[in-house]
């Protein structure tokens, strides 16, 4: 094979990885619903950021907030996402209107 269609290949490697690491960056603020538990139970965010929970499991869920402090999700089918943008500080919590046992909790700071 041609060395520079090697290193050429080997770069796209090297910084392609990179780059794909740098776009995966933002599934910190990330949610699973697996096994009738968020997972992680507690996420902390700062200000601003939008959290997605998804749905893992093949019973669907609801992410509703406790207090009314954002707008609930509808039923979440396997592989459903709901996305919220928290923009002020506190504690956010949460469950599933289905499940009741389902809790977390979101803190912005």
Request: charged fraction near 15%; proline fraction near 6%.
């Amino acid at each position: 094979m041609n060395r520079r269609i090697v290193h050429a290949a080997c770069a796209l490697l090297v910084f392609g990885g990179g780059l794909a690491a740098a776009a995966a960056a933002p599934a910190a603020n990330r949610i699973e619903i697996r096994n009738f538990m968020f997972m992680p139970k507690t996420l902390t965010v700062p200000v601003g950021a939008e959290v997605t929970w998804i749905n893992r499991d093949e019973e669907p869920h609801t992410v509703v907030s406790a207090n009314g402090q954002f707008a609930p999700s509808k039923a979440l089918d396997s592989n459903d996402r709901y996305v919220t943008r928290f923009s002020k500080p506190g504690t956010y919590t949460y469950y599933c209107t289905v499940h009741p046992f389902m809790t977390g909790t979101v803190v912005v700071k």
